[in-house]
C-alpha cells in the first residue's frame, strides 16, 4: 500500500499542514511519498525530504503549480493516482480547492477533513460543525482525503527520503493568478500557535486589537477574532475563528469579549485550555471555559498584560 | 447569460442537531429545516447580477425529496426566474450531485454555476469543485467577490493567509463564500409571485446517473461533551491559575 500526500506550500516555505497530513498517513501504514508541485520547488523538495516516514518526494516544477490552481494540479495528481490506494492533503484552501476536483476526475467519493483513523478505509469526521462526529468507510480502489490539520501531530523532522522529478503536464489555460494580499505579522500563524488569544463583537472597534496584540506579543500567541467581529470589519477575514473560518486547537485560547456562538466554538472547542473574559456572566461560552473571569475587557486585558509582565 | 444555482435543504443554522439512539444520523424528523445558508449567498449573487443587466435568467436547482419544492420557492421568492426539482428519496453524495446537476448544465447551458461553499449539514466542501472537474471548466472555489466581464472573471477568494486575486475563464463555477453578499429577504408580495412561478420536476432517472453512495456510514456519535470550569475572581487569580494549574504559560 503506498500513500501519496499532497504538499500544501507558499513556494518558500513548507506548508505546516502538510506534516499533520503525514502523520495522518501514518497511522493508515504504507510507504508515504510527498508530492510538491510549484514553482521553486527545489527548496521546498528538500525540506519536504527531511520529513520522518517520507519515502520518497515526487517534484512537479513549474510556474503553472505555483499558485495552487486546482485546474493545473488535479490532472497532475490524477496521472500518479493509479499507483496509490490513498491520496491525502491537508484540508487547507489549496486542500479543500484541488482535491475534489481530484475526486470527481477519478470518479471517487472524497472524505473531506478527518479528525481520526480507524482502519486503512474507515475515518471519522466531523459533521454540523463538529456537533456531530460520522465515521465512514470507503470501498473505493483510491481514498482520496483531507485531513484537519489540528486532529493530527505534526510528522517530525529527520527523514531523508529520495527526490524524484516528474514530468508536468502543462497549463490548462483555465484560470489565471492575479495577486494574492496576504496577512503579514510577526506573530505565529494561526492554526498552528501553541496560544491564540481572540477577540469578539465586545471589542467595539478594530482599534481596540491592538490591547489584544500586546497581550499576544507576551506570551508568543497568535490573535484571532470571531465571525462577527469580521463581519463588523474590526479585523481581515484570515483571522476568523470558527466553523467557517479557521479551526484552531491550541495549548491555551483565550476569548475575549466573544459571546461563544456555536460557529464560533466550532473552531476552538478541542483547544486544552479555554480562558474567557466577558462582561455577560450568562455567555454560553464560560459553558465552555476552563477558566471564566467575568469582567470588562477594557479593564481586564490592560491588567492580563500589566500581571504578564 | 443563464445563472444556475443549485440550493440544499438543511437543517436550519439555528437548531442545535441530535444524534439518532440507535448512532444511524442526526434526527431529521419535525426539525424545521431552511435553505443552506451559503446557497442564500449564491443565490443572491445570480439575482444582483441580473439585475446589473449581466444575466437574463436565474434557474434554481434542488435534489432531495418533495420538500425541496418549498426551498425552491424560497429561492423564487427572491426572485430567480424558474426551479427545477430533481427527486431523491436519500441522502446523495456531492459526487452524485455533481452528477446531477452536469445532467441539468448540458441541458440548462449556463453561462455560470454559482454554488454554496459547502452545506452546513455534512460539511463537505466538495460539489462545487467536482462538477467544474466533470464539465472541464474553471473553477473559482471560497469567492468573496466576483466580476463577470465577457468571457472571464475577476474573482476574489478567501484562503488561509487572507486573500487571492484570479482570473478564470468563463463558463465557470463559482462556490461563494460568507463575506460574498447579504442575502435579501423575501417580500410577502414575492412570495406570492413566487408559488405561480415555473417550476419542473425530474427524476434521477431522467437524468441518467447512478446515485449509489459510495461511502457507508458507520454510525454517527455525539462529540465529547466538554465540562464547564470554574470562575475566577480577578485577573491575577487568572494569571496564577493558567501558570500553575493548567500550566500553559
Redesign the interface.
Known amino acids: 500500500m503506498s500513500i501519496l500526500v499532497f504538499c500544501d506550500h507558499?513556494n518558500g516555505q513548507f506548508g505546516a499542514a502538510t506534516l499533520n497530513a503525514v502523520s495522518a498517513a501514518q497511522k493508515i501504514g504504507g510507504d508515504i511519498h510527498l508530492l510538491v508541485a510549484g514553482d521553486t520547488s527545489g527548496t521546498i523538495a528538500a525540506q519536504a525530504a527531511a520529513v520522518a516516514g517520507v519515502a520518497k518526494v515526487l517534484v512537479a516544477d513549474g510556474a503553472e503549480y505555483a499558485?495552487g490552481?486546482?485546474?493545473n494540479l488535479?490532472p497532475l495528481i490524477c496521472d500518479l493516482a493509479s499507483q496509490y490506494s490513498h491520496i491525502l492533503a491537508p484540508a487547507?484552501?489549496?486542500g479543500?480547492?484541488?482535491?475534489?476536483?481530484?475526486?470527481?476526475?477519478l470518479?471517487?467519493?472524497?472524505?473531506?477533513?478527518i479528525i481520526k483513523v480507524d482502519d486503512a478505509n474507515?475515518f471519522q469526521?466531523?459533521?454540523?460543525?463538529?456537533?456531530?462526529?460520522?465515521?465512514?468507510?470507503?470501498?473505493?480502489a483510491i481514498k482520496i482525503i483531507t485531513v484537519r490539520s489540528t486532529a493530527f501531530e505534526a510528522a517530525a523532522e529527520g527523514g531523508s527520503a529520495a527526490i524524484e522529478t516528474i514530468s508536468n503536464n502543462g497549463d490548462s489555460?483555465?484560470?489565471?493568478?492575479?495577486?494574492?494580499?496576504?496577512?503579514s505579522s510577526e506573530r505565529p500563524e494561526l492554526?498552528s500557535a501553541p496560544?491564540v488569544i481572540s477577540g469578539g463583537r465586545g471589542m467595539q472597534d478594530g482599534a481596540n486589537f491592538a490591547m489584544l496584540e500586546k497581550v499576544a506579543d507576551k506570551?508568543g500567541a497568535a490573535v484571532g477574532a470571531s465571525?462577527a467581529a469580521?463581519?463588523a470589519g474590526f479585523v481581515?477575514?484570515?483571522y476568523q475563528v470558527g466553523?467557517?473560518g479557521?479551526v484552531v486547537a491550541p495549548?491555551?485560547y483565550v476569548a475575549v469579549g466573544i459571546s461563544g456562538a456555536?460557529q464560533h466554538l466550532a473552531g476552538m472547542?478541542d483547544s486544552?485550555?479555554?480562558?474567557a473574559i466577558n462582561k455577560d456572566?450568562e455567555a454560553p461560552i464560560?459553558?465552555?471555559?476552563?477558566?471564566?473571569?467575568?469582567?470588562d475587557l477594557f479593564d481586564?486585558v490592560p491588567?492580563?498584560e500589566k500581571?504578564?509582565g | 447569460m443563464k445563472v444556475l444555482v443549485p440550493v440544499k435543504r438543511v437543517?436550519d443554522y439555528n437548531v442545535?442537531?441530535r444524534?439518532k439512539a440507535d448512532n444511524s444520523g442526526?434526527e431529521l424528523a419535525n426539525v424545521k429545516m431552511a435553505m443552506n445558508p451559503f446557497d442564500e449567498i449564491a443565490v443572491e449573487q445570480a439575482l444582483r447580477l441580473k439585475e446589473a443587466g449581466g444575466a437574463e435568467e436565474v434557474v434554481v436547482v434542488s435534489i432531495g425529496p418533495a420538500q425541496n419544492q418549498e426551498t425552491i420557492r424560497t429561492a423564487l421568492a427572491m426572485g430567480a426566474d424558474r426551479g427545477i426539482h430533481i427527486e431523491a428519496l436519500h441522502d446523495i453524495?456531492?459526487?452524485a450531485v455533481?452528477k446531477l446537476l452536469k445532467a441539468v448544465v448540458e441541458r440548462e447551458n449556463p453561462g455560470l454555476v454559482l454554488v454554496g461553499k459547502q452545506a452546513?449539514?455534512?460539511?463537505?466542501?466538495?460539489?462545487?469543485?467536482?462538477?467544474?472537474?466533470?464539465l472541464g471548466?474553471?473553477?473559482?472555489?471560497?469567492v468573496?467577490a466576483l466580476d463577470v466581464a465577457g468571457d472571464t472573471a475577476?474573482i476574489v477568494?478567501?484562503?488561509?493567509?487572507?486573500?487571492?486575486?484570479?482570473?478564470?475563464?468563463m463558463p465557470a463555477i463559482v462556490s461563494v463564500?460568507?463575506?460574498l453578499n447579504e442575502p435579501r429577504y423575501a417580500s410577502l408580495p414575492n412570495i406570492m409571485k413566487a408559488k405561480k412561478k415555473p417550476l419542473d420536476s425530474l427524476t434521477v432517472d431522467d437524468l441518467g446517473v447512478d446515485i449509489k453512495?459510495?461511502?457507508?456510514?458507520?454510525?454517527?456519535?455525539?462529540?465529547a461533551a466538554?465540562e464547564?470550569?470554574?470562575?475566577?475572581a480577578?485577573?491575577?487569580e487568572?494569571?496564577e491559575?493558567?501558570k500553575n494549574e493548567?500550566k500553559?504559560?
Not at chain 1, 107 to 113: K, P, T
Not at chain 2, 120 to 134: F, K, S
Not at chain 2, 137 to 142: I, V
Request: charged letters at 30%; glycine letters at 4%.
Open positions: 507558499d499558485h490552481l486546482a485546474e488535479a487547507t484552501t489549496t479543500k480547492n484541488v482535491m475534489p476536483r481530484v475526486a470527481a476526475l470518479d471517487v467519493m472524497q472524505i473531506s477533513d474507515t469526521r466531523p459533521i454540523y460543525a463538529g456537533n456531530a462526529l460520522s465515521t465512514v468507510r470507503s470501498d473505493e489555460g483555465l484560470s489565471s493568478y492575479v495577486k494574492s494580499e496576504l496577512s492554526t496560544i506570551l465571525r469580521v463581519d481581515p477575514n484570515d466553523q467557517t479557521k495549548d491555551l456555536i472547542k486544552k485550555v479555554i480562558v456572566d464560560f459553558q465552555v471555559a476552563d477558566f471564566g473571569l467575568v469582567a481586564a491588567e492580563l500581571e504578564l | 437543517i442545535k442537531v444524534v442526526v453524495e456531492p459526487l455533481a452546513i449539514d455534512d460539511d463537505c466542501n466538495q460539489t462545487g469543485q467536482m462538477l467544474a472537474a466533470l471548466w474553471a473553477q473559482g472555489t471560497f468573496s475577476k477568494r478567501e484562503v488561509d493567509g487572507g486573500l487571492e486575486h484570479l482570473e478564470i475563464k463564500d460568507l463575506r453512495p459510495r461511502l457507508t456510514v458507520v454510525k454517527v456519535e455525539e462529540p466538554r464547564a470550569g470554574i470562575k475566577v480577578d485577573v491575577k487568572l494569571v491559575k493558567l493548567a500553559v504559560i
